[in-house]
Protein backbone atom coordinates (compact mmCIF):
# COMPACT_ATOMS: atom_id res chain seq x y z
CA UNK A 1 0.00 0.00 0.00
CA UNK A 2 1.48 3.29 -0.73
CA UNK A 3 -0.18 6.79 0.72
CA UNK A 4 0.09 10.08 -1.74
CA UNK A 5 -1.21 13.64 -2.33
CA UNK A 6 -1.77 16.49 -0.11
CA UNK A 7 -5.42 16.39 1.77
CA UNK A 8 -6.73 19.69 4.43
CA UNK A 9 -8.79 18.08 6.83
CA UNK A 10 -11.19 20.18 8.29
CA UNK A 11 -11.32 22.61 10.53
CA UNK A 12 -10.25 22.34 14.83
CA UNK A 13 -12.66 21.30 16.94
CA UNK A 14 -11.68 22.92 19.62
CA UNK A 15 -10.59 26.02 17.84
CA UNK A 16 -14.36 26.09 16.25
CA UNK A 17 -16.46 25.56 19.77
CA UNK A 18 -14.17 28.72 21.11
CA UNK A 19 -15.15 30.45 17.96
CA UNK A 20 -18.64 30.39 18.02
CA UNK A 21 -18.41 30.88 21.85
CA UNK A 22 -16.45 34.14 21.65
CA UNK A 23 -18.52 35.35 18.24
CA UNK A 24 -21.78 35.38 20.70
CA UNK A 25 -19.78 36.93 23.57
CA UNK A 26 -18.17 39.52 21.86
CA UNK A 27 -19.75 42.82 20.39
CA UNK A 28 -20.40 43.29 16.64
CA UNK A 29 -19.85 41.36 14.06
CA UNK A 30 -17.56 38.27 14.14
CA UNK A 31 -16.43 36.50 10.74
CA UNK A 32 -15.33 32.96 10.87
CA UNK A 33 -14.13 30.81 7.91
CA UNK A 34 -13.53 27.26 7.83
CA UNK A 35 -15.15 26.14 11.00
CA UNK A 36 -15.77 22.73 11.43
CA UNK A 37 -19.19 21.65 10.38
CA UNK A 38 -19.04 18.69 12.99
CA UNK A 39 -22.40 17.20 15.31
CA UNK A 40 -20.21 18.64 18.18
CA UNK A 41 -19.79 21.72 16.61
CA UNK A 42 -23.28 21.93 15.69
CA UNK A 43 -24.32 21.64 19.32
CA UNK A 44 -22.56 24.62 20.75
CA UNK A 45 -24.39 26.58 17.71
CA UNK A 46 -27.76 25.12 18.94
CA UNK A 47 -26.69 25.85 22.63
CA UNK A 48 -25.78 29.55 22.12
CA UNK A 49 -29.00 30.42 19.48
CA UNK A 50 -31.02 28.97 22.71
CA UNK A 51 -29.27 31.59 24.75
CA UNK A 52 -30.01 34.39 22.19
CA UNK A 53 -27.37 34.29 20.14
CA UNK A 54 -28.35 33.05 16.40
CA UNK A 55 -25.77 31.19 14.42
CA UNK A 56 -26.58 30.58 11.07
CA UNK A 57 -25.90 27.57 9.21
CA UNK A 58 -22.21 26.29 9.44
CA UNK A 59 -20.59 26.80 6.38
CA UNK A 60 -17.20 28.13 5.07
CA UNK A 61 -17.80 31.62 5.98
CA UNK A 62 -20.14 32.99 8.65
CA UNK A 63 -20.83 36.06 10.51
CA UNK A 64 -22.04 36.16 13.82
CA UNK A 65 -23.58 38.93 15.77
CA UNK A 66 -22.45 39.63 19.09
CA UNK A 67 -24.23 41.99 22.09
CA UNK A 68 -21.53 41.39 23.95
CA UNK A 69 -20.27 39.42 27.45
CA UNK A 70 -23.61 40.38 29.41
CA UNK A 71 -26.64 39.71 26.76
CA UNK A 72 -27.15 36.15 26.90
CA UNK A 73 -30.70 35.81 27.74
CA UNK A 74 -32.50 32.42 29.87
CA UNK A 75 -33.30 29.81 27.94
CA UNK A 76 -36.87 28.64 27.16
CA UNK A 77 -36.09 24.84 27.47
CA UNK A 78 -33.22 22.67 28.20
CA UNK A 79 -29.66 23.19 26.54
CA UNK A 80 -28.90 19.87 24.59
CA UNK A 81 -25.58 19.00 24.28
CA UNK A 82 -25.81 15.82 22.53
CA UNK A 83 -22.29 14.27 22.69
CA UNK A 84 -20.07 17.41 23.52
CA UNK A 85 -18.64 17.56 26.60
CA UNK A 86 -16.95 21.00 25.30
CA UNK A 87 -20.34 22.61 24.80
CA UNK A 88 -21.34 21.37 28.38
CA UNK A 89 -18.32 22.71 30.28
CA UNK A 90 -17.46 25.82 28.61
CA UNK A 91 -20.96 27.18 28.52
CA UNK A 92 -22.18 25.96 31.54
CA UNK A 93 -19.06 28.77 32.59
CA UNK A 94 -20.87 31.10 30.72
CA UNK A 95 -24.20 30.67 32.29
CA UNK A 96 -22.83 30.22 35.74
CA UNK A 97 -22.53 34.42 35.73
CA UNK A 98 -26.20 35.13 33.93
CA UNK A 99 -29.12 35.58 36.44
CA UNK A 100 -30.96 32.72 34.93
CA UNK A 101 -31.21 28.79 35.26
CA UNK A 102 -30.12 26.51 32.69
CA UNK A 103 -30.30 22.80 31.94
CA UNK A 104 -28.07 20.44 30.19
CA UNK A 105 -28.95 17.49 29.17
CA UNK A 106 -27.16 15.41 26.41
CA UNK A 107 -26.80 11.77 24.75
CA UNK A 108 -26.48 8.76 27.03
CA UNK A 109 -22.71 8.88 26.54
CA UNK A 110 -22.21 12.56 27.70
CA UNK A 111 -24.52 11.92 30.10
CA UNK A 112 -22.22 9.57 32.17
CA UNK A 113 -19.33 11.80 32.15
CA UNK A 114 -18.18 13.75 35.12
CA UNK A 115 -19.31 17.52 35.65
CA UNK A 116 -18.62 17.93 39.33
CA UNK A 117 -15.13 18.84 37.84
CA UNK A 118 -16.98 22.00 36.59
CA UNK A 119 -19.39 22.56 39.01
CA UNK A 120 -17.21 22.67 42.36
CA UNK A 121 -15.10 25.51 40.80
CA UNK A 122 -18.46 27.50 39.73
CA UNK A 123 -20.01 26.97 43.02
CA UNK A 124 -16.96 28.68 44.55
CA UNK A 125 -17.31 31.30 42.25
CA UNK A 126 -20.74 31.94 43.93
CA UNK A 127 -22.97 29.74 41.64
CA UNK A 128 -25.66 26.95 42.30
CA UNK A 129 -25.19 23.92 40.34
CA UNK A 130 -26.63 20.78 40.78
CA UNK A 131 -25.50 17.36 39.17
CA UNK A 132 -26.70 13.94 38.39
CA UNK A 133 -26.17 12.04 41.72
CA UNK A 134 -23.66 9.94 39.14
CA UNK A 135 -21.98 12.81 38.62
CA UNK A 136 -23.30 13.57 35.13
CA UNK A 137 -25.85 14.97 33.37
CA UNK A 138 -28.77 16.66 33.68
CA UNK A 139 -26.53 19.78 34.91
CA UNK A 140 -29.09 22.92 36.18
CA UNK A 141 -26.89 25.87 36.41
CA UNK A 142 -28.47 28.84 38.79
CA UNK A 143 -26.17 31.52 37.73
CA UNK A 144 -25.89 34.85 39.48
CA UNK A 145 -22.95 37.46 40.71
CA UNK A 146 -19.99 35.77 40.45
CA UNK A 147 -16.76 36.64 42.36
CA UNK A 148 -12.62 36.09 42.03
CA UNK A 149 -11.36 32.93 42.49
CA UNK A 150 -8.07 31.24 42.81
CA UNK A 151 -8.43 28.01 41.76
CA UNK A 152 -6.44 24.80 41.61
CA UNK A 153 -7.31 22.04 39.27
CA UNK A 154 -6.94 18.64 40.05
CA UNK A 155 -6.23 17.49 36.73
CA UNK A 156 -5.39 19.62 33.72
CA UNK A 157 -7.89 20.11 31.84
CA UNK A 158 -8.77 22.55 29.29
CA UNK A 159 -12.33 22.19 29.56
CA UNK A 160 -11.72 23.13 33.62
CA UNK A 161 -9.73 25.83 32.74
CA UNK A 162 -11.85 27.44 29.70
CA UNK A 163 -14.84 27.27 32.10
CA UNK A 164 -13.67 28.89 35.06
CA UNK A 165 -12.11 31.62 32.50
CA UNK A 166 -15.45 31.97 30.92
CA UNK A 167 -16.90 32.43 34.16
CA UNK A 168 -14.88 35.55 34.72
CA UNK A 169 -15.37 36.82 31.30
CA UNK A 170 -19.16 36.83 31.40
CA UNK A 171 -19.38 38.07 35.32
CA UNK A 172 -16.39 40.55 34.50
CA UNK A 173 -13.88 39.50 37.32
CA UNK A 174 -10.60 38.41 38.10
CA UNK A 175 -9.35 34.51 38.00
CA UNK A 176 -6.49 32.36 38.52
CA UNK A 177 -6.15 28.67 37.39
CA UNK A 178 -3.28 26.26 38.52
CA UNK A 179 -2.99 23.23 36.79
CA UNK A 180 -0.79 19.89 37.54
CA UNK A 181 0.69 20.52 33.49
CA UNK A 182 -0.15 22.26 31.32
CA UNK A 183 -3.09 21.90 28.96
CA UNK A 184 -4.34 23.25 25.84
CA UNK A 185 -4.59 26.86 25.93
CA UNK A 186 -6.55 27.93 22.86
CA UNK A 187 -8.95 29.90 25.14
CA UNK A 188 -6.23 31.91 26.67
CA UNK A 189 -5.01 32.84 23.03
CA UNK A 190 -8.26 33.76 21.55
CA UNK A 191 -9.29 35.85 24.24
CA UNK A 192 -6.10 37.75 23.82
CA UNK A 193 -6.52 38.43 21.00
CA UNK A 194 -9.96 39.66 21.07
CA UNK A 195 -8.32 41.86 23.74
CA UNK A 196 -8.51 40.56 27.12
CA UNK A 197 -5.75 40.62 29.69
CA UNK A 198 -3.87 37.11 30.11
CA UNK A 199 -0.81 35.96 31.72
CA UNK A 200 0.20 32.62 31.21
CA UNK A 201 3.23 31.23 33.66
CA UNK A 202 4.08 27.15 33.36
CA UNK A 203 0.98 26.03 34.27
CA UNK A 204 -1.17 28.85 35.68
CA UNK A 205 -3.06 31.23 33.92
CA UNK A 206 -4.62 34.76 35.14
CA UNK A 207 -7.32 36.33 33.81
CA UNK A 208 -7.74 39.87 34.29
CA UNK A 209 -11.73 41.75 34.60
CA UNK A 210 -13.21 41.68 31.07
CA UNK A 211 -15.76 44.40 30.13
CA UNK A 212 -16.09 44.09 26.14
CA UNK A 213 -14.17 41.65 23.48
CA UNK A 214 -13.77 42.58 20.23
CA UNK A 215 -15.11 41.17 17.07
CA UNK A 216 -13.31 37.74 15.92
CA UNK A 217 -11.62 37.66 12.58
CA UNK A 218 -10.43 34.25 12.33
CA UNK A 219 -9.91 31.52 9.43
CA UNK A 220 -9.95 28.28 11.47
CA UNK A 221 -6.90 25.96 10.85
CA UNK A 222 -7.31 21.85 10.11
CA UNK A 223 -6.91 20.17 13.18
CA UNK A 224 -4.05 18.08 14.14
CA UNK A 225 -6.18 15.64 16.18
CA UNK A 226 -7.59 14.90 12.90
CA UNK A 227 -4.65 15.32 10.88
CA UNK A 228 -3.10 12.18 13.08
CA UNK A 229 -5.09 9.25 11.61
CA UNK A 230 -4.03 10.52 7.98
CA UNK A 231 -0.78 10.76 9.52
CA UNK A 232 -0.72 6.93 11.25
CA UNK A 233 -1.94 5.56 7.74
CA UNK A 234 1.09 7.03 5.96
CA UNK A 235 3.58 5.95 8.82
CA UNK A 236 2.43 2.31 8.71
CA UNK A 237 2.52 2.55 4.57
CA UNK A 238 4.84 1.18 2.15
CA UNK A 239 6.19 3.66 -0.13
CA UNK A 240 4.97 7.07 -0.88
CA UNK A 241 4.51 10.25 1.33
CA UNK A 242 1.53 12.38 2.48
CA UNK A 243 1.16 16.21 2.76
CA UNK A 244 -1.38 17.66 5.15
CA UNK A 245 -1.53 21.72 5.38
CA UNK A 246 -3.04 24.09 7.51
CA UNK A 247 -2.47 22.28 10.32
CA UNK A 248 -2.59 23.90 13.85
CA UNK A 249 0.78 23.28 15.20
CA UNK A 250 -0.30 24.60 19.34
CA UNK A 251 2.59 23.33 21.02
CA UNK A 252 -0.10 21.81 23.39
CA UNK A 253 -1.72 20.09 20.90
CA UNK A 254 0.95 18.30 19.10
CA UNK A 255 1.99 15.45 21.71
CA UNK A 256 1.06 12.67 19.47
CA UNK A 257 3.48 13.60 16.69
CA UNK A 258 6.61 14.17 19.13
CA UNK A 259 5.43 10.92 20.59
CA UNK A 260 5.48 9.28 16.90
CA UNK A 261 8.94 10.68 16.33
CA UNK A 262 10.27 9.01 19.51
CA UNK A 263 8.75 5.85 17.59
CA UNK A 264 10.85 6.12 15.01
CA UNK A 265 8.51 7.73 12.37
CA UNK A 266 9.79 9.92 9.33
CA UNK A 267 7.81 12.95 9.91
CA UNK A 268 8.44 16.97 9.25
CA UNK A 269 6.35 19.76 10.98
CA UNK A 270 6.84 23.04 8.62
CA UNK A 271 5.56 25.73 10.37
CA UNK A 272 3.86 28.78 8.03
CA UNK A 273 2.36 31.72 9.06
CA UNK A 274 -0.52 32.05 12.25
CA UNK A 275 -3.68 32.56 12.26
CA UNK A 276 -5.93 33.83 14.81
CA UNK A 277 -2.81 34.04 17.28
CA UNK A 278 -2.27 29.71 16.42
CA UNK A 279 0.84 28.66 14.93
CA UNK A 280 0.18 26.78 11.39
CA UNK A 281 1.91 24.43 9.43
CA UNK A 282 2.47 21.37 6.99
CA UNK A 283 2.53 18.01 8.61
CA UNK A 284 4.38 15.62 5.90
CA UNK A 285 4.70 11.53 6.68
CA UNK A 286 6.84 8.64 5.09
CA UNK A 287 6.14 5.36 5.56
CA UNK A 288 8.24 4.18 8.95
CA UNK A 289 9.39 1.11 10.68
CA UNK A 290 8.00 1.97 14.52
CA UNK A 291 9.15 0.83 18.08
CA UNK A 292 7.71 0.65 21.17
CA UNK A 293 7.74 3.56 23.99
CA UNK A 294 6.57 4.79 27.05
CA UNK A 295 4.18 7.03 27.36
CA UNK A 296 4.00 9.13 30.72
CA UNK A 297 1.62 11.21 32.66
CA UNK A 298 3.50 14.51 32.02
CA UNK A 299 3.20 13.03 28.23
CA UNK A 300 -0.91 12.59 28.11
CA UNK A 301 -2.40 16.24 28.25
CA UNK A 302 -0.87 17.13 24.43
CA UNK A 303 -1.91 14.13 22.97
CA UNK A 304 -4.93 12.76 25.30
CA UNK A 305 -7.73 12.61 22.08
CA UNK A 306 -4.99 10.17 19.91
CA UNK A 307 -4.15 7.77 22.89
CA UNK A 308 -6.35 5.32 20.98
CA UNK A 309 -4.03 6.14 18.13
CA UNK A 310 -1.27 5.53 19.67
CA UNK A 311 -2.00 1.72 21.02
CA UNK A 312 -3.02 0.99 17.72
CA UNK A 313 0.37 1.80 16.12
CA UNK A 314 2.18 0.30 18.90
CA UNK A 315 0.33 -2.56 17.54
CA UNK A 316 2.88 -2.25 14.52
CA UNK A 317 5.40 -1.42 16.20
CA UNK A 318 8.79 -3.82 17.50
CA UNK A 319 8.72 -3.92 21.07
CA UNK A 320 6.12 -3.06 23.93
CA UNK A 321 4.51 0.55 24.31
CA UNK A 322 3.13 1.46 27.68
CA UNK A 323 1.16 4.64 28.37
CA UNK A 324 0.58 5.30 32.10
CA UNK A 325 -1.02 8.51 34.04
CA UNK A 326 -4.07 8.53 31.16
CA UNK A 327 -6.99 7.99 34.00
CA UNK A 328 -8.90 10.25 32.14
CA UNK A 329 -9.26 7.92 29.28
CA UNK A 330 -12.03 6.17 31.16
CA UNK A 331 -14.25 9.08 32.01
CA UNK A 332 -14.41 10.29 27.45
CA UNK A 333 -17.15 9.14 25.07
CA UNK A 334 -16.29 5.55 26.35
CA UNK A 335 -13.91 4.08 28.72
CA UNK A 336 -11.22 4.23 25.85
CA UNK A 337 -8.79 2.16 28.22
CA UNK A 338 -11.19 -0.85 27.92
CA UNK A 339 -12.67 -0.49 24.73
CA UNK A 340 -9.06 -0.22 23.16
CA UNK A 341 -7.58 -2.95 24.98
CA UNK A 342 -10.78 -4.95 24.61
CA UNK A 343 -10.64 -4.38 20.54
CA UNK A 344 -6.80 -4.77 20.52
CA UNK A 345 -7.52 -8.41 21.79
CA UNK A 346 -10.38 -8.75 19.52
CA UNK A 347 -8.22 -8.15 16.40
CA UNK A 348 -5.22 -10.53 17.41
CA UNK A 349 -3.36 -8.09 19.64
CA UNK A 350 -1.58 -8.97 22.72
CA UNK A 351 -2.63 -5.80 25.31
CA UNK A 352 -3.47 -5.45 29.14
CA UNK A 353 -5.66 -3.09 30.88
CA UNK A 354 -3.48 -0.54 33.43
CA UNK A 355 -5.40 1.15 35.89
CA UNK A 356 -4.12 4.83 34.44
CA UNK A 357 -3.29 3.26 31.18
CA UNK A 358 -2.47 0.17 28.15
CA UNK A 359 0.87 -2.13 27.44
CA UNK A 360 0.54 -3.03 23.92
CA UNK A 361 2.98 -5.71 22.17
CA UNK A 362 3.50 -5.13 19.03
CA UNK A 363 3.71 -7.87 15.86
CA UNK A 364 3.34 -8.13 12.45
CA UNK A 365 0.61 -11.23 12.45
CA UNK A 366 -2.56 -10.71 10.77
CA UNK A 367 -5.22 -8.21 12.30
CA UNK A 368 -8.37 -10.01 11.80
CA UNK A 369 -11.83 -9.54 14.07
CA UNK A 370 -14.68 -7.33 14.76
CA UNK A 371 -14.31 -3.77 16.37
CA UNK A 372 -16.62 -2.50 19.14
CA UNK A 373 -16.79 1.47 19.29
CA UNK A 374 -19.33 1.76 21.74
CA UNK A 375 -20.04 5.06 19.73
CA UNK A 376 -16.81 6.57 19.97
CA UNK A 377 -15.33 8.32 17.38
CA UNK A 378 -11.99 8.53 18.45
CA UNK A 379 -11.61 4.50 18.47
CA UNK A 380 -13.65 4.28 15.16
CA UNK A 381 -11.17 6.03 13.55
CA UNK A 382 -8.19 4.95 15.06
CA UNK A 383 -9.10 0.68 14.12
CA UNK A 384 -10.08 2.48 10.62
CA UNK A 385 -6.51 3.03 10.53
CA UNK A 386 -6.04 -0.63 10.88
CA UNK A 387 -8.55 -1.86 8.54
CA UNK A 388 -6.85 -0.06 5.85
CA UNK A 389 -3.70 -1.94 5.80
CA UNK A 390 -3.09 -4.52 3.59
CA UNK A 391 -3.93 -7.98 4.92
CA UNK A 392 -6.41 -6.79 7.32
CA UNK A 393 -9.97 -8.19 8.02
CA UNK A 394 -11.22 -5.77 10.75
CA UNK A 395 -15.05 -5.41 11.10
CA UNK A 396 -16.07 -1.92 12.74
CA UNK A 397 -19.24 -1.89 14.31
CA UNK A 398 -19.98 1.93 14.15
CA UNK A 399 -18.74 4.15 11.22
CA UNK A 400 -20.81 6.48 11.29
CA UNK A 401 -20.04 8.12 15.01
CA UNK A 402 -17.14 9.68 13.18
CA UNK A 403 -19.37 13.02 12.33
CA UNK A 404 -18.81 13.69 16.15
CA UNK A 405 -15.37 15.40 14.91
CA UNK A 406 -14.59 14.36 11.24
CA UNK A 407 -17.48 13.59 9.39
CA UNK A 408 -15.59 12.81 5.70
CA UNK A 409 -13.06 10.91 7.97
CA UNK A 410 -13.80 7.19 5.54
CA UNK A 411 -13.68 8.96 2.41
CA UNK A 412 -9.96 11.22 3.04
CA UNK A 413 -8.85 7.84 4.41
CA UNK A 414 -9.61 6.43 1.15
CA UNK A 415 -8.07 9.43 -1.06
CA UNK A 416 -4.96 9.24 0.79
CA UNK A 417 -4.17 5.59 -0.20
CA UNK A 418 -3.01 5.77 -4.04
CA UNK A 419 -2.34 1.90 -4.50
Known amino acids: MKVGGVIRVPGDKSISHRALIFAALAEGASSIRDILPSADVQSTAGVLGALGVPVPPLSNDITIVGRGVRALTAPMDDLDCGNSGTTTRLVAGIAAARPFTSRFVGDASLSRRPMRRIADPLRAMGARVDVAPADGLPMT ?12 SETASAQVKSAILLAGVAAGVAVTVHEPARSRDHTERMLT ?3 ATVAARGATVELAPVDRLAPLRIRV ?3 PSSSAFLTALAVLAHGGKLALPDVCLN ?3 IGFYRALVRMGAELVLEEGESQGGEPVGTIIARPSSLRGIDVGRDDVPSMIDELPLVACLAARARGATTIRGAEDLRVKESDRIATVVANLRAIGVNADELPDGMCIEGSDRPLRGRVLTHGDHRVAMAFGVLRALPGSAIEIDDTSCVAVSYPGFWDDLSRAVVS
Open 141 to 152: VHGGNLHTIEWR
Open 221 to 223: PAD
Open 251 to 253: PTR
Open 193 to 195: ALG
